[in-house]
C-alpha cells in the first residue's frame, strides 16, 4: 500500500443507540440511500476512533482507518498534525439523529478525563476531553448550559415541590447567594437528593399530575411529560428547570466545551468533536450515570448560549471554535467549482446533498472523502446543488 496525493473515500458505520431513529423516514439510512429498518439509526461516525473506526479504500483494497493513519501518519496526518496529535486524526465526525433524548451530560477536561480513565477505566475507557460542535441539518431540541440565575430562582418559585424536594434551607443560601458557588450548591444538592428512595418518584408525579390538569401548559411543562414518557422517573425530569431550552433551525450551531451541562432532545445534525468518546451522565439514560462526577466537574456558566457560526462568502459558512482539534465549514455550491488549501494537513470531507468531483473523484449524498495532508491543492465540483461539511485543523 502507498499514500498518494489524491483523496480517498471512507466507509463509514452506523451505531445503533436506543433513541435513533427507525423505519423508513430514519435519517441516516436515508442520508447513506438505503431503506431503514425498525432499529435505531443513531449516529454516523466518520474517522479513526477505536471504538468504531472507518474505513479507506486504497488501491481498490479496503483497510482500517486508524491503522492505515498510524502506519502512515505523515502522509495521511501531515507532520505538525502527527506530532500534536500522536499520529491520529484529532477530529471525529458524526451524523446524530436522535429521536428521543440522549442523556444529560458533560465532558471532562483533559486533566479530568485521564484522572477518570486512570481511576475508573471501565465507566470511562478513554482518557481524551470532547469538546464539541452540533450544526443542525432540519431542526434540534436541546437542553444547553445553565439558564440565567433570575430564571431558575423563578422556577423554583413557581413549582413549590421542586423547592421542598431541594429543601428550604439550602433555596435560602441560593437565594443569598446567586453566584456560581451557590448555583453548584444548589443543583449539587438537588441531584444527590435524587438518590434518596422514593424522594424523586414523589416529586415527579405530583408535578406530572399537575401539568397534565392544566389546559395551557409551558414550554417546559410541554418537554417535562414528554420526557416523562420516554424516561419515567428520571433526576433529568428536574434538571430540565435548571437548563436552556435550546431550539435550533438548520444551519445553526452551538458549542459545548468541557464542563457545560448539555443534551439533545430530537433533531439531526452533524457533529464535531476532539477524537473522544468521553461522557459523563446524570440523567435520561440507561447507562452508567455518575452524579458526583458530573456534579463535580460542571462549570456552572450560566446565562443565554450563544451560536457559533459566520458566513465568510456566498458559499462558506465556518464554524470556528475554541477547540484545537478541528474547525468545520459548511460549503454549498450551486453548479461551480471552488478551490481549497490543505496547508499539507488531513482533511475529511462529508457531503449531505447532491452529488461533487474533488479532483476527478465523484461521490454522492452521504459519502466521504479523507483528504491526505500529501494533496496541497483540491477542487470541488458541482452541476447541481450541493452541501458539504468540511472538517479542518486549525493551525
Not at 168 to 177: A, F, T
Not at 242 to 260: H, M
Request: hydrophobic share 35%; glycine share 6%; net charge negative.
Amino acid at each position: 500500500m502507498r499514500i498518494k496525493a489524491e483523496p480517498y473515500k471512507l466507509i463509514n458505520h452506523i451505531q445503533n443507540y436506543e433513541w435513533g431513529t427507525r423505519g423508513k423516514d430514519a435519517f441516516i439510512p436515508n442520508l447513506l440511500g438505503f431503506e431503514g429498518e425498525e432499529k435505531p439509526y443513531a449516529e454516523l461516525w466518520i474517522g479513526g476512533h477505536p471504538n468504531l473506526s472507518s474505513e479507506i479504500i486504497v488501491g481498490g483494497e479496503i483497510y482500517n482507518l486508524k491503522d492505515t493513519v498510524e502506519q502512515y501518519p505523515n502522509e495521511i496526518l501531515g507532520e505538525t498534525v502527527a506530532i500534536r496529535f500522536g499520529n491520529k486524526i484529532p477530529f471525529l465526525l458524526k451524523v446524530l439523529s436522535a429521536n428521543q433524548a440522549l442523556s444529560i451530560q458533560t465532558h471532562p477536561n483533559k486533566k479530568e478525563a485521564i484522572e477518570l480513565h486512570k481511576n475508573e477505566s471501565k465507566n470511562y475507557p478513554d482518557d481524551n476531553h470532547k469538546p464539541e460542535i452540533a450544526i443542525t441539518l432540519d431542526s434540534l431540541s436541546s437542553l444547553v448550559g445553565f439558564r440565567p440565575l433570575d430564571e431558575i430562582e423563578n422556577n423554583i418559585k413557581m413549582y413549590p415541590q421542586l423547592k421542598e424536594f431541594i429543601g428550604d434551607k439550602r433555596v435560602e443560601e441560593y437565594l443569598q447567594n446567586k453566584t456560581k458557588s451557590g448555583l453548584k450548591n444548589l443543583f449539587s444538592h438537588m441531584m444527590h437528593n435524587s438518590t434518596e428512595n422514593g424522594k424523586l418518584e414523589k416529586v415527579i408525579k405530583i408535578l406530572k399530575i399537575s401539568f397534565e390538569q392544566k389546559s395551557e401548559r409551558s414550554q417546559d411543562e410541554k418537554l417535562f411529560l414528554s420526557l416523562f414518557e420516554q424516561h419515567g422517573v428520571d433526576v433529568g425530569l428536574l434538571v430540565l428547570f435548571f437548563l436552556n431550552v435550546v431550539n435550533l433551525k438548520s444551519g445553526e450551531a452551538i458549542y459545548t466545551p468541557a464542563g457545560i451541562p448539555h443534551a439533545y432532545l430530537e433533531g439531526n445534525i452533524v457533529e464535531c468533536m476532539a477524537n473522544s468518546d468521553n461522557v459523563v451522565r446524570a440523567g435520561l439514560s440507561p447507562k452508567f450515570k455518575d452524579i458526583t462526577q458530573l456534579t463535580n466537574i460542571l462549570t456552572y456558566q450560566f446565562g443565554k448560549p450563544e451560536l457559533i457560526g459566520k458566513e465568510l462568502n456566498k458559499n462558506i459558512h465556518e464554524y470556528k471554535v475554541s477547540a484545537e482539534e478541528f474547525r468545520v465549514d459548511k460549503v454549498t455550491l450551486n453548479s461551480e467549482s471552488i478551490d481549497f488549501n490543505t496547508d499539507n494537513q488531513i482533511e475529511i470531507i462529508l457531503l449531505t446533498e447532491g452529488e461533487i468531483t474533488c479532483n476527478n473523484f465523484s461521490i454522492q449524498k452521504g459519502e466521504s472523502l479523507l483528504i491526505p495532508a500529501l494533496l496541497d491543492n483540491y477542487t470541488v465540483t458541482s452541476k447541481s446543488k450541493a452541501v458539504l461539511f468540511r472538517v479542518v485543523v486549525p493551525h
